[in-house]
């Protein structure tokens, strides 16, 4: 199953704790701003986790 | 080929060809240091160690998630990624000394490791005054606590909370979603006064009240008695005396550095004292995180915070000074803390303020706005989300 993630860019604070936690899946852009790079990179469980961690919850995860 | 041992007694001079990397400590600060000591390209010998029993992990989840929710701890590296990249990690290895002339770290279990670099990132412990800590008090700060303090919040029907800071905010936050009756005792005269201002404080207290918790400020809490196996009882500096199942304390921390002290190594009371890139009183010894106080060449003062962000930053950056690189670290400050359907979120460095403006609606719905000679300088929201991710890049920008 892949999920579909966005992160939205007005509350991403660039804390980088989605980048550890995603094992590369998200990466912070040249503005410290996370963007999804392969979501098929890291397993659900992980992209779940990193937008549990997102300290201003800007990870998005649409599960449909 | 190894090198040779120094003379016993004369101190080397700083290592130019870097061979060891240790790293003492295991949360966000020691876990991106060791990454970034790696991202830079360092090959050699790179040591993660740590007294915590299992590797660096989102302690901020621990009172939310982990303590209301069934999450999992929320382990920073994915499975095999430390050795993967060849990094060593040390569990449940305490360090108890450091000989700062022959470059070694000794542990508890009489081993040494030897260093070319050395990055302190130990961060600190729960601060337990010896009249509040009765058998079973509770404090939170490690993945350990967790079970404990469930099981407090799920069998208690009066739960004590001494300390209205973001520890004992998200405890109690949590306490009522178990249907604990809850009563949060603070000594100031509002919560969180000191980094937040009386307004403010009064809305977290506020906010607290509207959601049943009891909220007792203005007065200390002097002792905890364990009342013969059958709960505590609280006694309050006015006399007052509660009886209740349960008791956690989260009055502050105090870094780890008692083992230090025979280092010689420069304490600011029990904080590591840093120039602005890290570096400590001692050669090739750098600190980080929440151990650390560091010389901000912005503010022209020595800081120190206790927040996640700035840790993880904190030891990226002690990461580029051990290896050499151009390592300032000088961020705007950011915290958040999620208690009950409210998230709160501060940025900014305001130890003082002229002036607070407050708008919104309500304890759970405002912006704060700290200003210094009319300039923002720090920015505490609840619930607005985009207004505070505003307010922050402003903050970022007029700081940079």
Redesign the interface.
Known sequence: MTLRVSIDR????G???CV??S?GAIELDEYDVAEVRDVGAATPE?LR?AQ??C???AIVIDES | MTQPDPVPGAPRATADEIRRVVVVGGGPAA??CV?EVRKLGFEGSLTMVTAESIPPY?R??LSK?NLVGD?AI?T???PG?YEALDISVLLGREAVALHAEERKVELADGTCLDYDRLVLAVGGAPVLPPALAAPGVLTMRVAEDVRAVRDALERSRHLVIIGAGFIGGEIAAAATAFGCAVTLIEACDVPLRDALGVDVGGLVADLHRSKGVEVRCGVQAERVIADGGEGYRVVLADGAELRCDGVVVGVGMRPNTAWLRSSGIELDGAAIRTDAECRTSLPDVFAAGDCARWWSERRGTYCHVEH??AA?KHGAAAARAALGRPAEFDPVP?F?SDQYDV?Y?W?GYAPSWDEVEISGNGPGDFTACYRVDGRLRGVFTANR??E???L?RELVQSAA
């Open positions: 007005d509350l991403c604070i804390s980088g704790n550890h936690l094992q992980q986790m549990r961690s300290p201003t919850s | 876990h991106r990454m989102d901020t989840l998630d999450g929320a920073m590296a994915p990624a996640w962000d993880g950011f958040w998230k979120q940025a989300p985009k505070f991710g505003k922050r």
